[in-house]
């Protein structure tokens, strides 16, 4: 897996985006080979994941950030 520049552009570390993508909560496709994945870190706070090309050998974190409520309806 690799993280892109824009996967850190809010302040979440990689740890906290490893942590969250090891038991996920929701996974849903957004179209193309993009890919929403909703987790939690060490200490509960909910994440939303992009991840480009999920299912490649080369799958990359293109985004994270805290949980926006527009995405609490996959809850």
């Known amino acids: 897996m690799r993280f892109t ?3 850190f ?3 979440i570390t ?3 985006i490893e942590t969250a993508l090891q ?3 929701r996974m849903v496709d957004q179209g193309g080979d993009l890919r929403l994945i909703i987790g939690a870190t060490e200490s509960g706070n909910l994440l939303e994941i992009v991840m ?3 299912e490649a050998a080369d799958e990359r974190v293109i985004h994270a950030m ?3 409520p527009k995405f ?3 809850l």
Request: aromatic share 10%.
């Open 5 to 7: 520049a824009s996967a």
């Open 66 to 68: 805290p949980l926006r």
């Open 23 to 25: 038991v996920p909560m």
């Open 52 to 54: 480009a090309d999920p």
């Open 72 to 74: 609490y309806r996959y």
């Open 9 to 11: 552009r809010h302040g």
């Open 14 to 16: 990689q740890r906290q």
